[in-house]
């Protein structure tokens, strides 16, 4: 060896930076190469630093990749779609993840002999990890057998969740758990599964749960209330969570309305604090009610639009006109809880003369990096330019739009490499 020739040795925050920028696939193959390489790889915090390369790569590339979901309305023969939208210099690229899903859940999920046609939901997706609802009707049609699942279809790992037990669970009107919330806590590293159902043991007639993947259990939550009136969670089309909190549209009701509730339609944002297990009420934008012909014309999503908190408002002022898209984005927060103080409204469209039907097949889906909008119009999927005014189908038909982005979040115990 030359005396100019030196050793190169990476430091370890050089090797840790270049691993995370490697595939999930490729770093579970290097698991086996020693017990060192294993623990960094399993560890939480390099966990977490691949899951954040991963996400600037996929935002240095044009945008963050959305999970799409088409829910099947078919009674017999599931029918549902998954799709994986993302970016491929500078192109849409379109995955079906249909067969994906399959293989995963087939391995660990078995239907009960009494039981048929099973139905797969999406309801949420959060660092790296989707949850799944498992609907099977009974072979009598008289009952439904609804299960609970994680799944990271990085990793081809896929769990079930048990739901809790729960004595006041109303059974004798077919009430159930639905989730309402899927999140992921990064203090405590912790995914968080909230639930929704109706109780006979309590005036309210309401319960929300929360599940803990860390501790592997249920804890039932104080309830939503305002003013003497309870929160209605609905099920989100899109992510809504940013800095440990968890924002729905919730509608408030009651056996005697507060005249405060009445004039806004009984619509609220309703922010849940990850830390405290808190929920608190706020307003929504000050959109004027004066112009509108009722609350069924108006529509409210929340979610994020380039990484902001964001109202979506889609207006028609009457069934069989057109309809416009309003984006409020929220410039103040409480600093002890996250609750939205202020919005702006940065957008508001030209009217769109497709909009009929009912409110459920059209709305802002979700924004994207550069500002574009999937736009949600009559079922289909648009994608909308603002700046421009081009609007473009992709061809598919969805329900429900969610970030993800891969990751090596553990759903399951990994046996360590020798």
């Known amino acids: 060896m030359d005396s100019g020739e030196t050793n190169c040795i990476l430091t370890d925050d050089l090797f840790e930076n270049i691993l995370s920028r490697l595939p999930v696939r490729d770093l579970l193959r290097m698991r086996c190469v020693s017990k060192s390489w294993c623990a960094l790889i399993d560890g939480s915090r390099f966990i977490s630093m691949h899951h954040h ?58 239907m009960d002999p009494s039981y048929r046609e099973e139905k797969v939901i999406c309801r949420g997706s959060a660092n ?34 048990a739901y809790p037990d729960a004595p006041d669970l109303d059974l004798q009107y077919g009430c159930t758990f639905v989730v309402v919330g899927f999140m992921f806590h990064s203090v405590s590293n912790d995914l968080k599964i909230m639930t929704r159902t109706s109780i006979v043991s ?102 994020l639009y380039k990484e902001c908190l964001a109202v979506f408002v889609t207006r028609r002022s009457h069934p069989e006109l057109a309809g416009n898209f309003y ?49 949600l119009i009559n079922g289909d999927l648009y994608l909308y330019n603002p700046a421009t005014d081009n609007i473009s189908s992709f061809g598919i038909r969805v329900n429900f739009c969610h970030i993800y982005v891969v990751s090596l979040f553990p759903l399951l115990r990994r046996v360590i490499q020798n």
């Open 327 to 375: 984006i409020w984005v929220a410039t103040e927060f409480d600093d002890d809880f996250g609750v939205p103080l202020a919005w702006q409204c940065l957008f508001s469209s030209r009217p769109f003369p497709k909009l009929y039907g009912v409110l459920s097949t059209y709305g802002v889906m979700a924004g994207r990096m550069d500002g574009d909008l999937l736009l």
């Open 128 to 161: 790296g990890v989707i949850c799944l609802e498992l609907w099977c009707t009974s072979q009598d049609w008289m009952s439904v057998n609804i299960s609970c699942c994680l799944w990271n279809p990085a990793t081809r790992e896929f769990r079930m969740i």
């Open 202 to 303: 309590s005036d309210i007639g309401l319960a929300y749960d929360i599940y803990s993947l860390n501790t592997n259990s249920w804890k039932r939550l104080e309830p939503p209330l305002l003013l003497g009136c309870l929160g209605m969670i609905q099920n989100p089309i899109m992510g809504s969570c940013i800095n440990g909190v968890y924002y729905w549209i919730s509608n408030a009701f009651g056996s005697h309305m507060h005249p405060k509730l009445a004039q806004r339609h009984g619509s609220w944002v309703l922010s849940f604090n990850m830390s405290t297990e808190l929920f608190k009420f706020s307003d929504l934008p000050g959109v004027d009610w004066d112009f509108l012909s009722g609350p069924s014309d108006t529509k409210y999503d929340i979610g």
């Open 53 to 110: 390369a991963q996400c600037a790569m996929c935002k240095e590339n044009g945008d963050v990749p959305l999970l799409l979901m088409k829910r099947s309305t078919a009674v017999v023969n599931d029918s549902s779609q998954w799709y994986l939208l993302s970016k491929q210099q500078g192109d849409d690229n379109v995955l079906n993840l249909n067969s994906d899903l399959e293989r995963d859940k087939n391995s660990v999920f078995t």
